[in-house]
């Protein structure tokens, strides 16, 4: 089954205490993101890589990391978490298409829900 | 800066009638939207989509329908059920990035 794996789907953490949240996906897709789900706010996107080794900033990226290692695996990485970064956090990804015939249609993981205390 | 709008955080809809999510833009480089469906502990799944040189897309019960000259879309479900019962994010994209909306809940009253 064609899916996006995401783990932790539910972790309580204190602050400061590194973590990390793995995706993986299993259909060849170039393109990889992470978004976080807040309130009021919608999915704003952390960060995204086009392919092995090429990562870009989203628009809220501040205290966390990523890489892009193998194609299909994207982990989201948060060095030293702190209450703000309480969150519902997706992975994504997609075959790499532009442009005004296609787009990004994005697969979506089940979710992590983090809490940092 | 919301470059993706949605403006009604919810909305309920009768079992059977129209329901009619709106969606507004502000960045003319977008040129291609989509609609995702969002269950509760589950994550979005893609619904339908509309490029820039179309103004209305079909797909069984659910049309969008894009408004250049007023940079807005809306997704029309026709007729509503129960299992329509989500939240709708609405998201655009010039290329590789797609910006969303901050969603609409949207109820099915049975």
């Known amino acids: 089954e064609a899916q996006v794996t995401q783990n932790p789907r539910y972790l309580i953490t204190v602050t400061g205490k590194k973590l990390t949240v793995t995706c993986s996906q299993n259909?060849?897709?170039?393109?990889m993101s992470w978004y976080r789900q807040d309130p009021g706010l919608g999915l704003r996107q952390i960060y995204y890589s086009m392919n092995v080794e090429v990562t870009d900033k989203g628009d809220v990226p501040e205290g966390y990391k990523v890489s892009r290692k193998e194609k299909r695996n994207f982990p989201l990485i948060l060095e030293s978490p702190s209450p703000n970064q309480t969150s519902l956090y997706f992975c994504?990804?997609?075959?790499?298409?532009?442009?005004?015939?296609?787009?990004?249609?994005?697969?979506f993981g089940a979710g992590s829900r983090l809490t940092v205390l | 800066d919301q470059q993706v709008k949605q403006n009604s955080p919810s909305l309920s809809v009768q079992e059977g009638r129209i329901s009619i999510l709106n969606c507004d833009y502000t960045n003319s480089m977008f040129d291609y939207f989509l609609w995702y469906k969002k269950y509760p502990a589950e994550g979005p799944t893609f619904l339908i989509s509309?490029?820039?040189?179309?103004d209305k897309n079909e797909d069984g019960r659910f049309t969008v329908f894009l408004n250049k000259s007023a940079k807005h879309l809306s997704l029309h479900i026709v007729p509503s059920q129960p299992g329509d019962s989500a939240v709708y994010f609405c998201?655009?994209?010039?290329?590789?990035?797609?910006?969303f909306g901050t969603g609409t809940r949207l109820t099915i009253i049975p």
């Open positions: 994504a990804s997609s075959l790499l298409q532009t442009g005004p015939l296609g787009a990004n249609v994005l697969t």
């Open positions: 998201a655009a994209s010039p290329n590789e990035k797609l910006t």
């Open positions: 259909m060849n897709h170039e393109y």
């Open positions: 509309i490029s820039s040189i179309k």
